[in-house]
């Protein structure tokens, strides 16, 4: 009898210490963290979610960028639309040492690469017409915020990119790989393909020079 009784306690002390133990962390649990925390406050400090250089100025316009009605509005709307997003995690693989770490995931977003090359392809022209028939700067920028209320008014959401996020454990904790051109796959796809087309955009303006 006492014999069983010690194997009982036994069995409940190892319950109760697996029961107490703490769970791995997921590197899934790391990217939702950061996804929501984006749809809340895009202004918020990031870094310790990311594995090495990381700052959310890569949503955000440069601080020394001209402030002006036409920027301001510019950044307000843009924040909107880039934030206003679906996500669904798909899977996750971890590696056989689990050092590292795939997320995929599938982002519902408005198409704003398309958006953009639209608007700014339409906006050179009108500053350019309206530059030359006399017109001063703040009804260009009036210009400006008029067509940008009215290309991005009737923008739907539904662009679908399914993108891949890369994390690395770091002291126990999953981070996504942050640094230059780290994950550029998969912040396209969380920007409805702004990033790639920002890049095209400024690459075809290069060759024009």
């Excluded at 030359?132 to 991005?152: C, M, P, T, Y």
């Amino acid at each position: 009898m006492k014999k069983l009784v010690a194997i009982c306690l036994t069995a409940l002390l190892t319950l109760s210490i697996l029961g107490c133990a703490k769970p791995e962390p997921k590197p899934s649990e790391t990217v939702s963290k950061v996804l929501d925390l984006m749809k809340t406050d895009i202004r918020s400090d990031f870094s310790s979610y990311f594995d090495g250089e990381f700052s959310n100025s890569n949503f955000l316009p440069e601080n020394d960028v001209e402030e002006n009605e036409f920027t301001k509005m510019m950044e307000t709307r843009l924040i909107e639309l880039y934030t206003d997003f679906d996500y669904v995690i798909v899977s996750e693989t971890v590696s056989e040492d689990k050092k590292t770490a795939v997320v995929e995931v599938e982002f519902t977003t408005h198409d704003l690469g398309t958006f953009f090359i639209s608007f700014i392809t339409q906006y050179i022209t009108k500053a350019l017409e309206l530059a030359f028939s006399g017109k001063g700067e703040d009804e260009i920028n009036k210009a400006g915020v008029d067509l940008f209320e009215s290309l991005s008014t009737d923008l739907k959401k539904d662009k679908i990119s399914r993108v891949q996020a890369t994390l690395t454990l770091v002291d126990g904790q999953w981070l996504i790989d942050g640094g230059e051109n780290a994950n550029i796959s998969f912040f396209n796809g969380l920007t409805g393909g702004l990033i790639e087309s920002l890049e095209e955009f400024a690459e075809s303006f290069e060759e024009t020079e």
